[in-house]
């Protein structure tokens, strides 16, 4: 599965990408659809769009996706007015293997839920305007309709629908429009993409448990439909728009040939040849049709991001931890974040050891099952939370293979250093597949919504690969970043919607070229992750007494080479500086005022990206509103406790 996977998403970023990369042989790096969807597609191709309802409604009161009838014919309208041609989801699905065939602007119009506000208020602006639709039927809920829900279509009419000749029945799945317990603190996730916890068993359910569920509702969804309809239905909208490469797979065995989910951007090439087509979710307010494309190329804002230790936060009394992460989750906030880096190893003596995890896995021992548990609350709190974690610097296996470690040779034969990262060689295959397996379990049994490799990923001027001669800096990189690909890969069969970012030293950041030291660079950084954390630490770097003016040098330089990578559309370039508040050499907090007049100096030589590392529940100090980039005067301070 995982191999198919893999295919799969190489195939997707090979006919997402301009030719002459693809002529220069290099393999495309995988990021998420953000990134790769931040423009129309190519001249030549044409541009797509499924659109995504839910209620038509006129109270006020009613959740974001509900919207007034009249807003939802100026929407058909407009779209119309600007040159868009609505077609079937069927008319459209007629030309998948013909794309080129289709107009040049190509809309379609779907409902998920089956409201009956669909069949009273959509359903006649549909046949007024000369507009197909397609309907997505939860079928569990037909005749057991959620009292927290607004009142559901009945299977008359939605029958009545699919006869009128302007709609299209789809499945929403029979009973998986729901949430499941996803950990031991009774957190709860989308049932597609979450492994349960079985309380009653104290364990996850396994590979094979998730799959027959997936299987068994589908299957049943599909049964129900086709009795209540008398005919099949072969499309799938995913619930929540959640979905992986098991799921899919799943989904086409039991006949749903096309699946939909809910990324928010355009339809490509590459989608109907992978079968699942993605959506815009629709919302009150939003002006699809109008003069600007925002609608479907949002610009990203920028990210502000706190990097949290969970060895601070841990301890085994649940109050006590309870109530650190609630500080960190006010602290982080306080500071401005919408982003969370989170830990995902124990490293309690801070020896860069990893003999633990802080999540379910199959790869190391669980310190305690917190991760996901911290990350619902900052999630609760209105953040995007990241997992950071290392891909080379697998001590467990480390240790128990020598064999896999990378070679040092010293100048003159000198002896290996003793190393802070216990790295296993990029190029061993048994290597590689335990770091896959590793990030594999992450994006199985945790909620992320990006991957931060740790700042492990480098390899000396003295070391080598193990199982090549060449130890030139170019070549080390590329292993590196052929083993980080294969992660990428393995995480988005799970988590397709997940974004990748990579701690870079910042000496890398102040030349061009591959830097011999760390064998990393800059460029390739920028080319192949969504985020590129160069980690502006400036006291690391000796320049205590200059901070201010360091930052702004090397932000100056790394704006411009990024400015490379900012696709013809408008958008923000793909890079982060992330600021050190402790000291770990003089073991003392950096100055809460040089945090800050280093965050102002990035963002005033415009480093869109602002990160902050180490936030700790008890100690540090953060100005309020920092990673803003300019703290009101006067701001009242974080402190300890």
């Not at 009653?200 to 359910?205: F, I, M, S, T, V």
């Amino acid at each position: 599965m995982r191999r198919t996977g893999f295919l799969c998403v190489v195939l997707a970023a090979l006919l997402s990408l301009p030719g002459e990369e693809l002529a220069a042989g290099r393999i495309p790096p995988l990021r998420s659809l953000s990134r790769e969807r931040a423009t129309p597609p190519e001249a030549g191709e044409p541009l797509v769009a499924i659109l995504c309802y839910h209620d038509l409604s006129d109270v006020p009161a009613r959740p974001a996706y509900s919207i007034p009838p009249d807003e939802f014919r100026r929407h058909i309208r407009h779209l119309r007015g600007s040159g868009w041609t609505f077609l079937s989801l069927s008319e459209l699905l007629a030309k998948k293997d013909r794309p080129t065939e289709l107009p040049p602007k190509t809309v379609v119009v779907t409902f998920d839920d089956a409201y009956r506000s669909f069949f009273e208020k959509a359903l006649p602006i549909l046949k007024e305007e000369g507009v197909k639709a397609t309907v997505s039927v939860i079928s569990s809920f037909i005749e057991a309709p959620p009292t927290d829900l607004p009142p559901l279509m009945t299977w008359e009419q939605i029958r009545e629908s699919g006869e009128s000749g302007y709609v299209e029945i789809a499945s929403h799945s029979h009973g998986l429009h729901q949430y499941e317990v996803s950990n031991p603190y009774n957190d709860t996730s989308p049932a597609v993409t979450t492994r349960r916890y079985l309380f009653r068993d104290g364990r996850y359910e396994d590979r094979d448990e998730y799959r027959w569920r997936i299987r068994a509702d589908l299957r049943k969804a599909r049964a129900v439909l086709a009795e209540k309809l008398g005919h099949d239905v072969a499309v799938l909208a995913w619930p929540y728009g959640e979905h992986n490469a098991m799921a899919r797979s799943v989904a086409g065995q039991e006949g749903f040939h096309v699946t939909l989910g809910t990324e928010g951007t355009d339809v490509r090439r590459a989608d109907f040849a992978l079968g699942h087509l993605p959506r815009v979710m629709v919302t009150r307010g939003m002006d699809p049709g109008g003069k600007s494309l925002s609608w479907l190329y949002p610009v990203r804002s920028p990210v502000r991001a706190a990097q949290v230790d969970l060895d601070a936060a841990y301890a085994s009394d649940p109050v006590l931890f309870r109530t650190r992460v609630d500080r960190l989750v006010e602290k982080v906030r306080a500071a401005g974040a919408n982003t969370v880096f989170l830990q995902a190893l124990a490293d309690p003596s801070g020896d860069g050891h990893y003999r633990e995890a802080y999540f379910m896995n199959h790869q190391i021992p669980v310190r305690a099952d917190i991760w996901s548990m911290a990350a619902h609350k900052f999630r609760h709190a209105g953040m995007s939370v990241w997992v950071r974690a290392p891909a080379m610097n697998l001590s467990w296996e480390w240790e128990r293979h020598p064999e896999w470690r990378i070679p040092f040779r010293g100048k003159g034969g000198g002896k290996e250093p003793e190393p802070w990262y216990f790295r296993v060689s990029p190029d061993i295959p048994e290597a590689r597949k335990a770091a896959v397996d590793f990030f594999a379990d992450i994006a199985v049994y945790l909620p992320v919504d990006g991957i931060l490799f740790d700042d492990d990923t480098y390899m000396l001027e003295e070391e080598r690969l193990r199982r090549n001669r060449s130890g030139t800096p170019a070549a080390k990189s590329d292993a590196i970043r052929e083993l980080l690909e294969e992660i990428k890969a393995a995480v988005l069969d799970w988590r397709p919607n997940s974004a990748f970012g990579r701690n870079l030293y910042a000496p890398v950041a102040e030349r061009d070229g591959v830097h011999p030291k760390f064998s990393q660079e800059l460029s390739q950084f920028l080319r192949d992750y969504d985020l590129t954390v160069v980690m502006a630490y400036a006291r690391m770097e000796g320049h205590e007494d200059d901070a201010a003016k360091w930052t702004r040098r090397l932000a100056a330089r790394v704006e411009r080479k990024a400015r490379d990578f900012v696709l013809p559309a408008g958008g923000i370039p793909p890079v982060m500086f992330k600021f050190q508040a402790y000291d770990w050499r003089k073991e003392e907090w950096v100055l809460p005022e040089e945090v800050a007049a280093g965050i102002r100096a990035a963002v005033e030589e415009s480093i869109p990206h602002i990160g902050v590392y180490p936030v700790l529940p008890e100690e540090g100090n953060l100005p309020r509103g920092v990673l803003l980039g300019n703290p009101p005067s006067g701001s009242e301070w974080e402190t300890k406790p």
